[in-house]
């Protein structure tokens, strides 16, 4: 059962993608916490998101590299894997070979876990493993737990998180490493992604109205017909979410996400509200990467297991991320921060 006295307190922490946009947020919180953190990811130093001084700091470290995973999990007590080659829809919708190799990741981490005895490990999912077929219509039911099988799920990249799941289960099951993997349902937040090629739709959409009011445009494009549907979360809530998950009993995949499921019309909506502009035209790009048509999270295990639910609005974390995103572009004019293959 839930534990109301977090017990993830001075231990020896390792995050392997703490230079990304979920790991850096969790880093963050876990230092707050008082824990001491190894910090690790592929990208160099100028591409993390948020970089903690008070951390041990691995830049530019590739685990698909088994002997980088053995050096760093050397008298670690519980490892997060929040690492894969990722992005948004348009990212893994042509890029399915790179997402799949994040398999190595998890596979090498594993297995320097299960040699050096680490106690646990936390393995980020993604809703992108539920059974496609299920996902075809707009507005449709929450995805339960069990609705990832018969596995048919996004290609390439849901492959992935679904293979490396049940990789997770088979070292608990064989070696009794204890394994916890949350299926994220599209998180945004602060100190992310906003362009370039990997960002999701929040930051892609707040993004593009920011640059429309600014420069006066009536017309902002919007990928597909803007009624497929999705819910998100934002970064605070998800970083909760694991971390209680973490400290749960529960080792079967679990859904972290909203259930405020949304069109992305509606979304646009709400970021023009935000913006204080009334609405500009859209041009809907039907040939761009769209995904699956309707995803929502159910959340009955989690709210069961954790006696937990998220509680921040979509409004209000738009709200957030819109800010941050309008300051950084007033700053910088773009979001330099990506790393992209080469
Ligand atoms: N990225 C993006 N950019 N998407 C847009 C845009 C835009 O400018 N305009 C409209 N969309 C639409 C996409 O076509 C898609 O139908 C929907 O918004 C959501 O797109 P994304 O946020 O890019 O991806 P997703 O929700 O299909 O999948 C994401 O979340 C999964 C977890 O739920 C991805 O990041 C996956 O990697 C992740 O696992």
């Not at 919180?29 to 591409?47: M, Q, T, W």
């Not at 009624?227 to 972290?256: A, K, M, W």
Request: a neutral charge.
């Amino acid at each position: 059962m839930f534990n109301n006295n977090f017990m993830i307190k001075s231990k020896k922490i390792l995050i392997v993608g703490a230079g990304g946009f979920i790991g850096g947020h969790l880093v963050n919180r876990l230092l707050k916490d008082g824990n001491s953190i190894v910090a690790s990811d592929i990208k160099p130093k100028e591409y993390w998101f948020q970089d903690f001084p008070e951390a041990e700091n691995h830049y530019a470290m590739d685990m698909k590299d088994i002997s980088n995973c053995r050096k760093v999990v050397e008298n670690i007590d519980y490892v997060f894997n929040m690492a894969c080659n990722m992005g948004g829809m348009g990212f893994i919708e042509n890029n399915k070979a790179e997402c799949m190799q994040s398999v190595l990741i998890n596979t090498n981490l594993l297995i320097a876990c299960k040699e050096k005895k680490v106690q646990r490990y936390f393995f980020s999912s993604s809703a992108c493993a539920y059974n496609t077929t299920k996902q075809k219509d707009v507005f449709i039911e929450g995805l339960k737990e069990e609705d990832a099988y018969p596995a048919n799920p996004e290609d390439g990249y849901g492959w992935e998180k679904l293979f490396s799941e049940r990789m997770c289960r088979h070292f608990q099951e064989d070696y009794g490493l204890e394994v916890r993997v949350a299926r994220y349902h599209n998180i945004y937040g602060p100190y992310g992604t906003y362009d370039g090629g990997r960002e999701k739709a929040p930051a892609a959409l707040c993004r593009k109205v920011i640059l429309a009011k600014k420069e006066n445009l009536e017309t902002i494009d919007v990928w597909g017909d803007g009624q497929q549907t999705r819910t998100f979360l934002y970064v605070d809530e998800c970083v909760e979410g694991t971390l209680r998950l973490f400290e749960s009993n529960h080792s079967d995949p679990i859904n972290i996400g909203s259930d405020e499921q949304v069109s992305i019309n509606q979304m646009i909506e709400m970021i023009e509200n935000i913006s204080g502009v009334n609405s500009f035209n859209k041009n809907y790009q039907l040939d761009k990467p769209k995904g699956v048509r309707g995803r929502s999270s159910n959340n009955d295990l989690i709210k069961k297991v954790l006696n937990w639910s998220y509680k921040m609005s979509l409004k209000d974390g738009l709200s957030k991320t819109y800010k941050w995103i309008e300051s950084e572009m007033n700053q910088k004019g773009s979001n330099i921060n990506r790393f992209t293959k080469s």
